[in-house]
T-cell receptor, first 112, second 112 residues
Framework: QKEVEQDPGPLSVPEGAIVSLNCTYS??????FMWYRQYSRKGPELLMY????GNKEDGRFTAQVDKSSKYISLFIRDSQPSDSATYLC????????????FGTGTSLTVIP | NAGVMQNPRHLVRRRGQEARLRCSPM?????VYWYRQLPEEGLKFMVY????????ESGMPKERFSAEFPKEGPSILRIQQVVRGDSAAYFC??????????FGPGTRLTVL
């Protein structure tokens, strides 16, 4: 079983839709949870960073962590064509000095 | 503040040659991580370094791969006697002591 599971998609939505991206994980020691956005042939760009359980909101993006279910989500409101990218979840046991475990990424296309 | 720099961005090598990938972390960041990304796969951790020290190399292949982060200059990922299976995107990330990882644009290695 992989440490982190993520549905690869692809996911295609109309502009303005609410997008839900999800990851599950198996290691209960994970404490830090990140979402990265990666445009084609570019490096991953940090979007959201949360510690332990709960919600975190930043503009149109909301990250949720449910440690009891080992499940994390990223919601994108009012999706825009510029949101079209691959979204990677990542997690680690410590905030630094430790390797990150990545999902395989979900490819998202927002259609104008 | 410049981001993480990687060069070259694209590297072509013939089988049996050596590949050297360079990474300059963000200013003030003393932790460097190397990841490999294959098509349709997530980012795979390779090695974590601090200045002059390899902290965790659990993701590095046992042969042909090495990494260093000298006191002065960039971090280097070195692949000796490259094979076709080494073709991938290699990403470097850096972090300060108390924060998450920020990624560079990657080096795309093609082995002919």
């Amino acid at each position: 079983q992989k440490e982190v599971e993520q549905d690869p998609g692809p996911l295609s939505v109309p502009e303005g839709a609410i997008v839900s991206l999800n990851c599950t994980y198996s290691n209960s020691a994970f404490q830090y949870f990140m979402w990265y956005r990666q445009y084609s042939r570019k490096g991953p760009e940090l979007l959201m960073y949360t510690y332990s359980s709960g919600n975190k909101e930043d503009g149109r993006f909301t990250a949720q962590v449910d440690k009891s279910s080992k499940y994390i989500s990223l919601f994108i409101r009012d999706s825009q064509p510029s949101d079209s990218a691959t979204y990677l979840c990542a997690m680690s046991r410590l905030n630094t000095g430790n390797q990150f475990y990545f999902g395989t990424g979900t490819s998202l296309t927002v259609i104008p | 503040n410049a981001g993480v720099m990687q060069n070259p961005r694209h590297l072509v090598r013939r089988r049996g040659q050596e590949a050297r990938l360079r990474c300059s972390p963000m200013k003030g960041h003393s932790h460097v991580y190397w990841y490999r990304q294959l098509p349709e796969e997530g980012l795979k951790f390779m090695v974590y370094l601090q200045k002059e020290n390899i902290i965790d190399e659990s993701g590095m292949p046992k042969e042909r791969f090495s990494a260093e982060f000298p006191k002065e200059g960039p971090s280097i990922l070195r692949i000796q006697q490259v094979v076709r299976g080494d073709s991938a995107a290699y990403f470097c990330a850096s972090s300060p002591i108390e924060d998450t990882q920020y990624f560079g644009p990657g080096t795309r290695l093609t082995v002919l």
